[in-house]
């Protein structure tokens, strides 16, 4: 079984080294994709002199957005002929050894998010500020997706094949963080099981966030219009049945 760990960069040279030797160390079996918006800082040259049979490098041109990295990654891993996919920041905030539980999880669902919120709050060195808006934004991709997952825009995943398979990746135009609402809102709009593991969320110690306030502007605004999309492939979108239904 492949496994590919896809980690999309912009400014992120005096991270991505720690985090990759982490990953060499932890998971010598687990392949990497470093998917690299022409950083300006030089990432992609330092990324590009560790490439060797384990770790591979996508260049883009342009930043794009979190959204068209992702997609980019995962397009080339399942060329590749991957059979599991892992995203995860490049920031160090994931910490690679929960990589082992989530593929634990992966055996028994569709798509494992390694979830910040699942066991009350698990972020450290978050402000006041950025917690509440974190946690508001679950809070309002919930009501408005109606999907029980207490992290929604949570970015650390494993996903199956499969699961990527069966949507259609060019409906998914999120550019921003509302990037892993719109990916979660897919994979339960194609009938894909969803879980969540817990993890310990740490807040970047060198460089800048790349969340801005369009991201978050995006995210409120296109949230409500995926229920205007068909995301599977073939056939028709699984519709789940309302929370009150389910019961």
């Known amino acids: 079984m492949k496994i590919v760990c896809i980690i999309p960069t912009y400014n992120e040279k005096d991270n991505i080294v720690t985090l990759t030797e982490k990953l060499r160390k932890l998971y010598p079996t687990i392949h990497m994709l470093v998917v690299d918006d022409n950083s300006p800082d030089g990432t992609g040259l330092v990324a590009e002199k560790m490439k060797d049979a384990q770790l591979d490098v996508l260049h883009r041109k342009n930043k794009e957005g979190l959204g068209r990295a992702y997609i980019a990654g995962f397009t080339k891993a399942l060329n590749d002929g991957a059979d599991i996919l892992i995203q995860m920041d490049a920031d160090l905030s994931h910490d690679p050894i929960y990589i082992e539980a989530m593929l634990t999880a992966i055996k028994k669902y569709d798509v494992v998010i390694g979830s910040r919120y699942i066991n009350g709050i698990s972020i450290v060195n978050w402000s006041i500020s950025r917690l509440f808006l974190s946690w508001f934004g679950n809070v309002y991709a919930r009501l408005v997706t109606g999907i029980d997952i207490s992290d929604l825009t949570g970015g650390y995943k494993c996903i199956r094949r499969s699961a990527l398979e069966a949507v259609d990746l060019g409906k998914i135009k999120t550019l921003g963080y509302g990037f892993q609402i719109e990916m979660n809102y897919a994979f339960n709009r194609c009938g894909k099981s969803i879980s969540e593991e817990p993890i310990i969320f740490y807040e970047r ?43």
Not at 211 to 229: D, G, W, Y
């Open 205 to 247: 110690v060198i460089g800048k966030s790349n969340m801005s306030k369009f991201t978050v502007l995006e995210a409120i605004l296109k949230v409500p219009l995926f229920r205007f999309k068909k995301y599977a492939k073939t056939g028709t979108d699984y519709i789940p049945a309302a929370p009150e239904e389910a019961k």
